[in-house]
């Protein structure tokens, strides 16, 4: 079993609607919570991270941690066509580096 | 921009041969991560230095090799190369105790033919 499991999609919805990215991970031994974006063929870019179990929100976009169930949530609100990238998941503790594989979002206008 | 560059943006080479890739990290951050990124894969960690020191290993190949030097910029090695390592290899940065956050160059788009 991967430490940080995601569906890589592809995730198709329509300009405006609400999407829902989801990870779950195997080992509880971690700290930070982190959502990056990637445009094809670019370097990932933090959006988000956040420590503790419950929400943070970063404009239209909103981070959501359940330690208890080990799930990980990214929601974007009014979703946009530039929003169409590959999403990926990372939890981060002492000396571990694990990303998911992503999950890729299609907005279409 | 994130302010980690990485050159060369594309390489082609062919199977057997070796070479280098350059990272250098934001003005301030001591800590620089390598990743290979392919198509069924996804980012993998490869290695990560610290001030110049070897702070962890994920997934590097005995043929692949790295350092960072006094000025903190890094160079991954790849040598004898295999039609398999055709990837996108991502150098990130981050400064120390940053919850890890690390900021991603734009990659070097290795082809291996």
């Known amino acids: 079993q991967k430490e940080v499991e995601q569906d890589p999609g592809p995730l198709s919805v329509p300009e405006g609607a609400i999407v829902s990215l989801n990870c779950t991970y195997s080992?509880?031994?971690?700290?930070?919570f982190m959502w990056y974006r990637q445009y094809s063929r670019k370097g990932p870019e933090l959006l988000m991270y956040?420590?503790?179990?419950g929400n943070k929100e970063d404009g239209r976009f909103t981070a959501q941690v359940d330690k208890s169930s080990k799930y990980i949530s990214l929601f974007i609100r009014d979703s946009q066509p530039s929003d169409s990238a590959t999403y990926l998941c990372r939890k981060t503790g002492f000396q571990k580096l694990v990303f998911g594989t992503g999950t890729r979002l299609l907005v279409s206008p | 921009d994130s302010g980690v560059t990485q050159t060369p943006k594309h390489l082609i080479t062919a199977t057997g041969q070796r070479v280098t890739l350059r990272c250098s990290p934001r003005?301030?951050?001591?800590?620089v991560y390598w990743y290979q990124q392919s198509l069924d894969q996804g980012l993998q960690f490869l290695i990560q230095y610290y001030n110049g020191e070897e702070r962890a290993k994920g997934n590097i190949l005995e043929r692949f090799s790295a350092q960072q030097f006094p000025d903190l910029h890094s160079e991954l090695n790849l040598s004898s190369l295999e039609l398999g390592d055709s990837a996108l290899y991502f150098c990130?940065?981050?400064?120390?105790?940053?919850?890890?956050?690390?900021?991603f160059g734009p990659g070097t788009r290795l082809t291996v033919l």
């Open positions: 080992n509880s031994a971690f700290q930070y």
């Open positions: 990130a940065s981050s400064l120390p105790g940053g919850a890890g956050t690390q900021y």
């Open positions: 956040t420590y503790s179990s």
């Open positions: 003005s301030g951050d001591l800590s």
